[in-house]
């Protein structure tokens, strides 16, 4: 399974924002950007440099990418397929990432992290429709059912510890978290994709 293994606290300090890729940890003292607010590397500390249209654009896109947890083939695909829908290419691209199973179990609250509940799915943790799914990026459709498998060890005490820690299910989605099972009700818009992003810049760099 292909993924990014650089350490998480790095990629929040060059993007210069908390991605929470730590769950838990990155709401806490022990946050790695609140104890270095600087980019890492030799230069970290030093000046910065000149902030150009071609940089803007870059950050962005790593940000988003750094987000959803996908690699950068990954994520020039998504962009792909979100230009060949109809509509804003920058909104289709984000709305693609959010249907990824890793994500809609993590914006459900059965994971602390997408890096967490994407471990999860690729354990076997998860139905979609009665049907085991081990594939972190399997695209979510209205109608469909998520539930946890009840019977896998220790499962039931990571999703109570993950809800402590999740903010509120978005409204196009649904949770049960007593018996851990979760709907999608429909397609995410781009109001409910909480995420600091400006989806317009990526569409720009790759438009080039």
Same mark, same amino acid.
């Given at each position: 399974?292909?993924?990014?293994? !650089? ?8 993007? +210069? ?9 990155? %709401?806490?003292?022990?946050? $790695? ?9 030799? &230069? ?13 654009? %870059? ?9 959803? $947890? ?16 109809? $509509?804003?290419?920058?909104?289709? %691209? %984000? ?15 059965? +994971?602390? !992290? ?62 049960? &978290? ?31």
């Amino acid at each position: 399974m292909a993924r990014d293994r !650089s350490p998480q606290c790095k990629q929040c300090r060059r993007e +210069g924002e908390k991605l929470l890729l730590k769950g838990e940890r990155c %709401l806490t003292d022990k946050c $790695g950007l609140d104890r270095r607010a600087y980019p890492p590397g030799e &230069h970290g500390r030093g000046r910065r440099r000149k902030q150009s249209e071609y940089l803007t654009q %870059l950050r962005e896109k790593q940000k988003a990418r750094r987000y959803y $947890g996908v690699l950068e083939g990954q994520f020039r695909n998504y962009y792909e397929a979100a230009a060949r829908q109809p $509509g804003v290419t920058g909104e289709n %691209l %984000l709305r693609l990432l959010e249907l990824r199973l890793d994500n809609v179990v993590y914006r459900l609250g059965f +994971g602390a !992290s997408r890096r967490q509940a994407r471990q999860l799915v690729r354990h076997g943790h998860f139905t979609v429709n009665g049907r085991k799914v081990n594939i972190p990026s399997y695209r979510v459709k209205t109608d469909d059912v998520i539930a946890a498998v009840l019977d896998s060890e220790g499962l039931k005490a990571v999703v109570e510890d993950a809800t402590d820690l999740t903010a509120s299910v978005p409204a196009w989605l649904q949770a049960d &978290h007593d018996n851990m099972v979760g709907k999608v009700l429909r397609q995410p818009e781009r109001t409910d994709i909480d995420i600091p992003v400006q989806e317009s810049l990526i569409v720009e760099l790759y438009s080039k």
